[in-house]
Each structure stands twice: as C-alpha cells, then as structure tokens.
C-alpha cells in the first residue's frame, strides 16, 4: 500500500471540525518532522499550518492549499479505520486533500526545486471559514505566493480523470439560520396560541419561491434547509423553530437579490404569524474563480500525461472559501477523480484511495513544471 493512503487512513480516523482539528494538526506537525529539516520552516496558524520550502534559487512562491476539517456527521462506511470521533466524520475528503498534500511536501523537502513552495494547511473549510483570516495574517502577508493551486475530491469521476474549467467553478455562499418565536400552548388550543412549526413549514416553502420566482431561469441559485428544529413533545404548540440552511448563487450580485427576497419574506413570516423572527446569514464565501490562463495551462500540462484524463466541466453549486485566496491571488481549484458511490456530505462517501499517488505525481510534476529548470548554482 502507498504509504499516504496509509496517512490518509490515520487522518480519516481522526475528524475534527472547524478550528477544533487540534490532533490534526499533531499528526500533520510529526510527520513533518520526520521529513529532512535543511529547507523546511513550519508556522503554526491557529490549528492549521504554513509550511515552506526553501528554493534553490527563488524567483517566485508556488502556494498550495488543502483544509483540514471534517464534517458533522455519523460515519456508516463500516471501514476499519472509520471516524474515532463519534458524530463527526471526513465526508468531504479533507483526508485526502491532506495526505496529498503531505505528499508533495515530501517531495519537495527531499528534492528540492528552484522556487519557493508553501503548503497552506487550512482549518474550517466547511465552516466557518479559515481561508480569510489565514490570507490576512501575518504569516501569510510575508509569504505571499505568486500563485495558488487546490483541488477537491469529486466521486462522480473516474480514478485518472481531472476536472476543472477556466473562470467559475464554484458559486457564491452564505450560511441562513432563522429564528422564530411566537407563543407555545396546548396541543388542543390551537387558537390560543401561536405556532411555530406551522410558520416555519410555511417559511420552508415560501423560501423556495424565491429560487423559482425572483431569480432568472438562466441565472441559478440554491436554497437548502438542511435543518430544523422546534417544539419540545408531541402535544405542545411550539413557542420556538430554528431553520438552518445555505444559499447559492453564481453570482454575488444574486447573492443581494436572494438576501433581499429572504427577508421580505421571513417579514410577511412575522406580519402573517404574528411572530419574531431573525436572521443570521453567518459566514459567507467569495466564488472560486480561476485564473484563465493558469487554468488552461494545467489542464494542457495535465492532458499530456498518459495518466491522467483532463475533462472541462460545469460551475457547481459548492461553495469553497479557497474562493477568497484566488480572489487576491492568480491560481485555480480543480476536481480530482475519486469514484465514490455516494457524493461528498454523504456519510457512506468511499473515495478510491488510488488517486492519491496519483494526484501527488501530477502535482509534484507541474509545480516543477512551473518552477521551471533550476539555474546552476
Ligand atoms: C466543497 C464543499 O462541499 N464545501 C462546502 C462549503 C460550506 C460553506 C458553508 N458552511 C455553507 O454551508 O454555506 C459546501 O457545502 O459547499
């Protein structure tokens, strides 16, 4: 077996969610330290991780970027090395964007190129969002690469297959979580109080007009409740009902309109069930926008390796704060073939471990590719 399938399979037990990944970044700082020391400086940002590798003779910094976090939910794969942390689980493939990642560090502590490497090791992708505050800190002020590279695991292709289109890959986010409170009672007394499950149900479907009614048909938007909760026992009206959910849009300035459209409705809500109510959008991610040029390039570089098959693809509705580094920095994300029955989010999600020596020689190739030949020195 590669030893970073063996690596992803440690990471896989371990899961921990945004800036809680405090064992993650244990196992990310040993295996690192067993790595040769001469051209490695490694900075602790919260619990992610920078790490740069020293060039030969510098003219630029390659960055790349892979999270770290897992998600909230019960693992069902039945693998042997399935979540130790009940109720959480790697179900979106951070495991094996980081032993990927671990890969090309080891490649490159070992065979160094010419141009400076840092590998971003960021924390709380699915939330609430690391990518911002890391590109705003110090550490990376000083290390600013000059371009960015990502990927993200993608288990409706084939083992060998990449992914990826120039521009728009991936939509606009904001988190939605609405609060409603009105007045709880007796099951049997409807009239004498004032029902939240009822307005919330209500809310659900209203919110779904927004998408079929006030968004362009050639446009697209995506509102998910992904939550709900409400009430305390069957035969009590609710005095209280949480809706949880996301929104997407292709464009930021849908993003406004969505918003705008929310709340009308949720103050037709109020009005209608003489209730409160109130809206939090949480935390919000730019698109991932990837640089054309860069883009088209990687996919040439990666077209003329007899491994790998270089699809172009459709925007998706994810949403990656890796969005936020390519907003201030030319690069690109792309998707990598896992061949997973189950999609990402799912808690049956089954990546093919086989793609990652893939990914590490592809990427291990281009970063050298685009370091170009290092000068004598
Ligand atoms: C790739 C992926 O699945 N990313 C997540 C990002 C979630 C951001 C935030 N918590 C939200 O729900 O808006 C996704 O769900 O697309």
Not at 9 to 32: A, C, M, S, V, W
Not at 136 to 149: A, F, G, N, Q, T
Request: hydrophobic content about 40%; overall charge negative.
């Amino acid at each position: 077996m590669n030893s970073f399938i063996g690596i992803r399979r440690d990471l896989h037990r371990i899961p921990e969610l945004g800036f809680q990944e405090y064992k993650t970044q244990e196992y990310l700082l040993n295996y690192l330290a067993g790595l040769p020391q001469d051209r490695l400086t490694v900075q602790k940002w919260r619990t992610g991780l920078f790490v740069k590798i020293h060039g030969l003779n510098p003219k630029k910094v390659i960055g790349y970027r892979a999270d770290i976090d897992g998600l909230p939910i019960q693992e069902e794969t039945g693998y042997p090395y399935s979540s130790i942390h009940p109720g959480n689980m790697h179900a979106c493939g951070h495991d094996f964007h980081m032993s990927i990642a671990l890969g090309l560090v080891e490649n490159f502590a070992e065979n160094p190129i010419g141009d400076d490497l840092l590998f971003i090791f960021q924390p709380a992708e699915e939330g609430p969002g690391g990518a911002e505050p890391m590109l705003k800190s110090e550490i990376m002020r000083e290390w600013l690469p000059d371009m960015i590279v990502a990927l993200h695991i993608a288990p409706e292709y084939p083992v060998g297959t990449i992914a990826l289109k120039e521009g728009l890959l991936f939509a606009n986010t904001s988190e939605l979580f609405i609060d409603l409170k009105g007045k709880g009672g007796h099951a049997a007394f409807p009239h004498q109080a004032n029902d939240m499950v009822v307005a919330a149900c209500n809310l659900v479907s209203q919110l779904q007009t927004i998408i079929s009614r006030n968004v362009d048909p050639l446009d697209s938007a995506v509102i998910t409740i992904g939550k709900i909760t409400g009430g305390t026992v069957q035969n009590v009206i609710a005095e209280r009902a949480r809706l949880e959910g996301t929104i997407r849009t292709l464009s930021p300035e849908s993003m406004k309109t969505v918003k705008r459209r929310i709340e009308a409705v949720v103050n037709g809500i109020k009005t209608g069930f003489e209730c409160e109510a109130a809206i939090d959008y949480g935390s919000m991610y730019h698109q991932v926008f990837n640089d054309p040029a860069l883009t088209s390039e990687f996919f040439n570089f990666a077209a003329s390796l007899k491994e790998i098959e270089a699809i172009r693809c459709r925007e998706a509705m994810t949403g990656e704060d890796f969005g936020y580094m390519l907003k201030e920095i030319p690069g690109f994300m792309f998707w990598l073939g896992v061949n997973s029955p189950n999609g990402l989010h799912h808690s049956r999600l089954m990546p093919d471990e086989e793609a990652i020596p893939i990914a590490i020689r592809l990427l291990s190739q281009y970063i050298s590719f685009k370091s170009g030949p290092t000068d004598s020195l």
